[in-house]
């Protein structure tokens, strides 16, 4: 699988997934897209560069979640959310291959 897959899927799943929540007005529905794009980029990590750094980068996904609320008090909410998309996805081609 290209590196680039699991990437894009972080991305979308952050971007995606706070945008859903905002128009859907319902943080579940932000929460299923982030899971099932995080759920996509962890199956391409471990195919292109092994279960433990599946494990670690879902980490790291996990982790831009998270992180992205606090920042957003600092940055406002759609900045956050591209800090850490793009943090992420960094992570994601440097680490997101053998």
């Not at 471990?46 to 992180?67: D, E, P, Q, S």
């Not at 600092?74 to 994601?92: E, N």
């Amino acid at each position: 699988m290209n590196v680039l897959v699991p990437t894009a899927m972080t991305a979308t799943g952050l971007f995606g997934g706070y945008a859903a929540a905002r128009l859907s007005g319902v943080r579940a529905v932000g929460g299923v897209v982030l899971a099932a794009a995080g759920a996509a980029a962890f199956a391409g990590w471990k195919k292109n560069a092994g279960t433990g750094r599946a494990i670690a980068l879902t980490t790291v996904y996990l982790a831009a979640f998270g992180g992205s609320h606090p920042l957003a008090k600092r940055l406002g909410a759609w900045p956050s959310v591209a800090t850490v998309a793009g943090a992420t996805a960094v992570a994601s081609l440097v680490a997101g291959r053998r």
